[in-house]
């Protein structure tokens, strides 16, 4: 048997709808200063685990790095209700389908606030300006002359909302119950075989335009991995895409408009949220902030994002999205997190148990963009004991003693002279100090920000090695001008490598690297990107002193 579909009419739901065609070709783009970041929309049918957190999380760090940099920002988040495995969830819980829907979406909510998310846009597909938007969105692609009715017959996932090609299915044993049947290779998901008419979406006629959008510009798709793997599907021919399902067999989502009889695909629902968000449909008037500058996702639903909705988005006439950041999974144990062997991790729990700043830190250091990441307690505390307080913090606190006096008044006319005569003592540390942004920045611009902090580590370790060759300690207690001018160069560089590493976590730890900053007299006007340079700190007229604390910031734990 093979997926096929037997053209039965072309649809035009709703007549003289010509207004659409002209309110999306006459957009206007947005301003150059305006920077949008969506995360996905989560679906409903269980709690949110660790590998959430770290979509929420990544998708936070771009969007604070992007204002740090002088950008105004804007970020989507939400949680996708509708389909066949919702309603068959709550009908198995004998819950009435919305409520069962709320609760699971309060959790995700939830999860923005307890991640410290920066004001994220959240939806749910159940709003009802996003219903409306769904069905004018189907309309478009109606007049478009993109919709027709067919008859399908396919492999469909319930658990992927997704229909697969023969090629895309095997036969093998269900490794829970050892019973053969039909699977999904991509995400190893039962499938069955369906034949129905519905509306099908001319998918095929876009395939070489994706093609050649994906090859114009070598990170629209990253990493490399979920590019290629991108191209590879589309060179091997796609199918039109069914966009539909009887409303005989799916009750729970937005019925066509015109007919009742079906309910759009859940995906062409799910999708346009990020449009719903940014106040689709537009009319005349230009987006704030449409098309998404980053659209982060997990590599499982890569395909929709980067096949799907910038084929849709071309039908509609509308810009598309310019970077699709497309992370890996986490694992524990090496193995994939799965309830039934009891190794997922629940990200409230974890946020008690190490605190937030500190889980951040790990999730973002050790999550995976084109490899999976390994999810252990152990790691969380090696790198909270390790990089946060034993290089970090340890770093300010060595500088932070009354007998060694330290002057942040001077630093910034000491910083320029160092440019221009530096010491050998001090050679290596300071071209690790100088060469840092440059090396970090291409990294955290693709989305790896735990490579570009790595970095940072590395500049923080030479400074620990560098202040304990020079030894503070005995340079104070010399009455000699030139040891007491080296005492204050020695100081310098410890809390100038503090400074600029700092400032390349806030997007990652907010909370404890301002904190930090406030510590070594950073005033808050000096925390943008700009400022992660050396040289570029306490350049703020006024007194400068430390503040006591910063043994405290990052506690021993068990």
């Not at 998918?203 to 991108?230: A, K, M």
Request: include cysteine; glycine fraction near 6%; proline fraction near 5%.
């Amino acid at each position: 048997m093979h997926a096929c579909t037997r053209f039965l009419s072309h649809v035009g739901l709703r007549a003289g709808q010509a207004r659409y065609l002209s309110a999306t070709t006459t957009l206007r783009e947005k301003g150059a200063n305006k920077y949008f970041v969506t995360q996905p929309i989560f679906y409903v049918n269980s709690v949110p685990h660790i590998g959430h957190f770290y979509t929420v999380v990544l998708a936070d760090v771009i969007k604070r790095y992007a204002g740090m940099q002088g950008k105004s920002t804007k970020m989507s988040a939400g949680t996708d209700e509708h389909g066949l495995k919702i309603q068959q969830a709550a009908e198995r819980a004998n819950r009435d389908t919305l409520s069962f829907c709320t609760q699971y979406s309060n959790r995700f909510r939830d999860l923005q606030a307890a991640a410290n998310v920066d004001n994220a846009d959240f939806i749910r597909t159940t709003d009802p300006h996003h219903r409306r938007a769904v069905a004018h969105f189907w309309n478009v692609l109606v007049d478009r002359g993109y919709i027709y009715k067919g008859e399908h017959s396919g492999w469909y996932s319930v658990s992927d909302e997704a229909f697969y090609t023969e090629l895309q299915v095997e036969e093998r044993a269900d490794p829970s119950t050892d019973k053969r049947g039909m699977f999904a290779i991509e995400s190893g998901q039962p499938v069955e075989w369906v034949s129905e008419v519905n509306y099908k979406f001319k998918l095929s006629e876009f395939r070489d335009r994706l093609i050649e959008w994906i090859e114009g510009s070598q990170d629209v798709i990253y990493p490399e991995i979920r590019r290629n793997e991108v191209l590879a599907w589309l060179r091997a021919g796609v199918d039109d895409l069914s966009v539909s399902r009887p409303r005989s067999r799916l009750k729970w989502g937005i019925p066509v408009p015109g007919d009742d009889e079906h309910t759009i695909y859940v995906w062409v629902d799910a999708l346009v949220n990020y449009a719903t968000v940014d106040g689709y449909p537009w009319g005349d008037d230009k987006p704030n902030f449409f098309p998404p500058d980053v659209q982060v996702v997990g590599k499982d639903i890569v395909r929709f994002h980067a096949v799907y909705w910038p084929a849709l988005l071309m039908a509609a006439g509308l810009p598309l999205p310019k970077r699709i950041l497309a992370h890996a999974h986490w694992t524990m144990g090496s193995q994939k997190m799965s309830k039934s062997k009891g190794n997922v991790a629940d990200p409230f729990e974890a946020i008690e148990r190490y605190g937030l700043d500190t889980l951040r830190y790990f999730m973002i250091r050790n999550g995976g963009i084109a490899d999976d990441g390994d999810y252990s307690a152990d790691e969380v505390l090696v790198r909270h004991k390790k990089d946060l307080a034993g290089q970090l913090a340890n770093l300010a606190a060595r500088c932070s003693s009354e007998r060694l006096g330290v002057k942040l008044d001077g630093f910034a006319a000491l910083s320029q002279a160092l440019q221009r005569n530096v010491d050998s003592r001090d050679a290596a540390l300071h071209a690790m100090l100088t060469e840092l942004p440059d090396k970090a920045k291409p990294l955290f611009d693709k989305g790896e920000f735990g490579r570009g902090l790595g970095l940072a580590f590395d500049v923080l370790a030479e400074a620990n090695r560098h202040i304990t060759e020079n030894e503070p300690w005995t340079l104070v207690k010399s009455s000699d001008p030139e040891q007491q001018a080296r005492l204050q160069v020695v100081l310098f560089y410890s809390l100038e490598a503090v400074r600029l590493a700092s400032i390349m976590l806030l997007p990652t730890i907010p909370d404890k690297a301002n904190r930090l900053l406030d510590h070594i007299s950073v005033d808050t006007s000096e925390r943008q990107w700009v400022n992660a340079r050396f040289g570029a700190g306490w350049q703020t007229p006024g007194p400068k002193q430390l503040l006591p604390g910063v043994a405290t910031l990052f506690p021993k734990l068990a």
